[in-house]
């Protein structure tokens, strides 16, 4: 079994900064591309940014310039660094991973986190 679990979601000031981790346990044998997705209310989820393995990263134009993603790959981790928050970033956030697994057959499976709500408000 493999989890994923975020962190580091809150309550910010329109302008302020937030930084989510998530963090993949279990049966892993590698870990290919991460991503974090966000969902608002009313609204269907939409994807904010990915890292491949080797740490090339692409970002919806809504978050250019403004979320930075990274991963250590040593900790099966993916982080999302949020500056310059806007109210219509209020969402719950959710990580995605392409797990390797298995043992004598490794095939990738992907996984979701819970999700960890961020609420830009003033």
């Known amino acids: 079994q493999v989890q994923l679990v975020e962190s580091g979601g809150g309550l910010v000031q329109p302008g302020g900064s937030l930084r989510l981790s998530c963090a993949a346990s279990?049966?892993?044998?590698?870990?290919?591309?991460m991503a974090w997705y966000r969902q608002a209310p009313g609204k269907e989820r939409e994807w904010v940014a990915d890292i491949t393995r080797g740490g090339m990263t692409n970002y919806a134009d809504s978050v250019k310039g403004r979320f930075t993603i990274s991963r250590d790959n040593a900790k099966n981790t993916v982080y999302l660094q949020m500056n310059s928050l806007k109210p219509e970033d209020t969402a719950v956030y959710y990580c995605n991973a392409g797990v390797v697994v298995g043992s004598s057959f490794r095939y990738e499976r992907s996984y979701w986190g819970q999700g960890t709500q961020v609420t830009v408000s003033s």
């Open positions: 279990g049966s892993i044998f590698s870990i290919n591309a």
